[in-house]
């Protein structure tokens, strides 16, 4: 194993970048991704076209290359100071037909996904004994969102390849000030905590760990959940809409004595920020903004209800939670409430657990915009991507993204408690299948 540390090209100029306020509702955590490779170039070129690509993309993307520090006010903040990306080349006794992608926790985790120890990201390339190679990258999600990364990794390829930047990030905090003053709403309270609120963890109570699966959904099982879900006079539902409604049932079954079920749905704000009020900043779209643009909204229920309810009917309760967030509005709203708790740290509500008799959680992410396909440094497109998520609490966190299959299945990343994955597989047995070398062709 051999470690590096990669800076931009370019002489980067020693700043700090603030974070803006819905940044600030991230707290401390790392999120893994990983591509897996079949064929490449000899690995040595391989290596060195990654090193060399990387060195470039991390101009544009400088704030990739600095670290998070904390300001007068005990907040995190970016040093944009070019100390670099931590580089690791590995080697792995394996072939990738043999890498079990169904259990990540034991083949992906601090293997071929690296853990991050200082700065923003760390990126690792693993030769397998095949030919093939795995690209595993981790990121300080307190400095972007999904949306973000996806940007960076789509340029690092282009980089590769010797094409132009399709999207340059733009780190324009200022679309994302507060109104001045900041707007009093206490609709958010029911969305946001101030850590502070919380009690005090009750650490005498045993805990469970999350553990991570990967599945794949084919898309007439899709389709299917979709048609369920828009019954008996419903508007058609979103096919992440009727996935969710899908799985809020399927956790409503857990038989341990809890009488609700909270679930939350990431919503990203970028296609909600009307244009008319970014008129000011000339050109600017907020497709290229850099950080974090989501909202959690979420919603609880009665889990017998839930049990008992059609698809049609929780998707309809799905959407009453997750529409009020598809707004410019919310998103200021967010903004203004996260402004007058300054500086205090927040949490969203799904995520805060006041006390022991609160039920299950669960929060989904649509991850359809991963742009597994793009992903191509030279040698060909991914035979597999996904995100990865190695953290710890109790409140689980699910991501469908698209399959390199191209034909409408999905690929499903879960991070659940062992007693929610006995769910999936039992009462989702024949939607949720077990991700398998023979169905990526491997």
């Given at each position: 194993?051999?470690?590096?540390?990669?800076?931009?090209?370019?002489?980067?100029?020693?700043?700090?970048?603030?974070?803006?306020?819905?940044?600030?509702?991230?707290?401390?955590?790392?999120?893994?991704?990983?591509?897996?490779?079949?064929?490449?170039?000899?690995?040595?070129?391989?290596?060195?076209?990654?090193?060399?690509?990387?060195?470039?993309?991390?101009?544009?993307?400088?704030?990739?290359?600095?670290?998070?520090?904390?300001?007068?006010?005990?907040?995190?903040?970016?040093?944009?100071?070019?100390?670099?990306?931590?580089?690791?080349?590995?080697?792995?006794?394996?072939?990738?037909?043999?890498?079990?992608?169904?259990?990540?926790?034991?083949?992906?985790?601090?293997?071929?996904?690296?853990?991050?120890?200082?700065?923003?990201?760390?990126?690792?390339?693993?030769?397998?004994?095949?030919?093939?190679?795995?690209?595993?990258?981790?990121?300080?999600?307190?400095?972007?969102?999904?949306?973000?990364?996806?940007?960076?990794?789509?340029?690092?390829?282009?980089?590769?390849?010797?094409?132009?930047?399709?999207?340059?990030?733009?780190?324009?905090?200022?679309?994302?000030?507060?109104?001045?003053?900041?707007?009093?709403?206490?609709?958010?309270?029911?969305?946001?905590?101030?850590?502070?609120?919380?009690?005090?963890?009750?650490?005498?109570?045993?805990?469970?760990?999350?553990?991570?699966?990967?599945?794949?959904?084919?898309?007439?099982?899709?389709?299917?959940?979709?048609?369920?879900?828009?019954?008996?006079?419903?508007?058609?539902?979103?096919?992440?809409?009727?996935?969710?409604?899908?799985?809020?049932?399927?956790?409503?079954e857990c038989e341990d004595g809890?009488?609700?079920?909270?679930?939350?749905?990431?919503?990203?704000?970028?296609?909600?920020?009307?244009?008319?009020?970014?008129?000011?900043?000339?050109?600017?779209?907020?497709?290229?903004?850099?950080?974090?643009?989501?909202?959690?909204?979420?919603?609880?229920?009665?889990?017998?209800?839930?049990?008992?309810?059609?698809?049609?009917?929780?998707?309809?309760k799905v959407n009453e939670f997750?529409?009020?967030?598809?707004?410019?509005?919310?998103?200021?709203?967010?903004?203004?409430?996260?402004?007058?708790?300054?500086?205090?740290?927040?949490?969203?509500?799904?995520?805060?657990?006041?006390?022991?008799?609160?039920?299950?959680?669960?929060?989904?992410?649509?991850?359809?915009?991963?742009?597994?396909?793009?992903?191509?440094?030279?040698?060909?497109?991914?035979?597999?991507?996904?995100?990865?998520?190695?953290?710890?609490?109790?409140?689980?966190?699910?991501?469908?993204?698209?399959?390199?299959?191209?034909?409408?299945?999905?690929?499903?990343?879960?991070?659940?408690?062992?007693?929610?994955?006995?769910?999936?597989?039992?009462?989702?047995?024949?939607?949720?299948?077990?991700?398998?070398?023979?169905?990526?062709?491997?």
């Amino acid at each position: 194993m051999k470690r590096d540390v990669i800076a931009a090209a370019m002489p980067v100029h020693d700043h700090w970048l603030p974070m803006s306020n819905l940044d600030l509702l991230l707290p401390p955590l790392d999120v893994g991704v990983f591509f897996c490779y079949k064929n490449c170039l000899p690995l040595d070129e391989s290596v060195n076209i990654l090193k060399k690509s990387l060195v470039e993309a991390l101009g544009p993307f400088y704030p990739l290359a600095g670290e998070i520090v904390q300001n007068n006010l005990l907040e995190p903040e970016l040093h944009c100071n070019n100390r670099g990306v931590d580089f690791i080349h590995a080697h792995a006794d394996v072939e990738l037909n043999n890498i079990d992608l169904y259990h990540p926790d034991e083949f992906v985790e601090k293997k071929l996904v690296p853990l991050k120890k200082q700065g923003v990201l760390t990126v690792q390339v693993t030769e397998l004994t095949c030919g093939g190679l795995v690209i595993g990258c981790t990121f300080d999600h307190r400095v972007a969102d999904a949306y973000s990364i996806n940007m960076f990794l789509t340029a690092w390829a282009e980089i590769a390849q010797s094409k132009p930047i399709s999207s340059f990030p733009s780190f324009r905090r200022s679309v994302l000030n507060p109104s001045r003053p900041p707007v009093v709403n206490t609709f958010y309270n029911k969305q946001f905590f101030p850590l502070s609120s919380l009690p005090p963890p009750q650490s005498s109570l045993p805990t469970n760990p999350l553990i991570s699966r990967i599945y794949y959904i084919e898309a007439k099982d899709i389709s299917y959940l979709q048609t369920q879900s828009s019954l008996n006079g419903n508007p058609k539902r979103s096919k992440l809409m009727s996935f969710t409604a899908f799985l809020w049932k399927i956790i409503a079954e857990c038989e341990d004595g809890f009488k609700s079920c909270k679930m939350g749905v990431v919503v990203d704000g970028r296609g909600r920020f009307d244009k008319l009020s970014l008129s000011n900043t000339m050109s600017f779209s907020m497709q290229n903004y850099f950080g974090n643009v989501i909202s959690i909204p979420s919603g609880e229920a009665n889990s017998s209800e839930l049990k008992e309810m059609s698809l049609d009917l929780v998707a309809k309760k799905v959407n009453e939670f997750v529409s009020p967030a598809l707004s410019e509005e919310h998103f200021r709203g967010v903004i203004d409430w996260v402004e007058l708790h300054r500086p205090e740290p927040v949490v969203a509500k799904i995520y805060a657990k006041m006390d022991e008799n609160d039920g299950e959680a669960i929060v989904v992410s649509s991850g359809q915009r991963f742009p597994v396909n793009s992903i191509d440094f030279g040698w060909g497109k991914p035979h597999f991507g996904s995100y990865h998520f190695p953290w710890g609490g109790q409140v689980g966190f699910v991501m469908p993204m698209p399959s390199t299959r191209n034909n409408g299945d999905w690929i499903v990343c879960m991070h659940l408690l062992q007693k929610h994955l006995d769910l999936v597989e039992t009462k989702g047995l024949n939607v949720f299948k077990p991700l398998t070398s023979s169905y990526l062709n491997v």
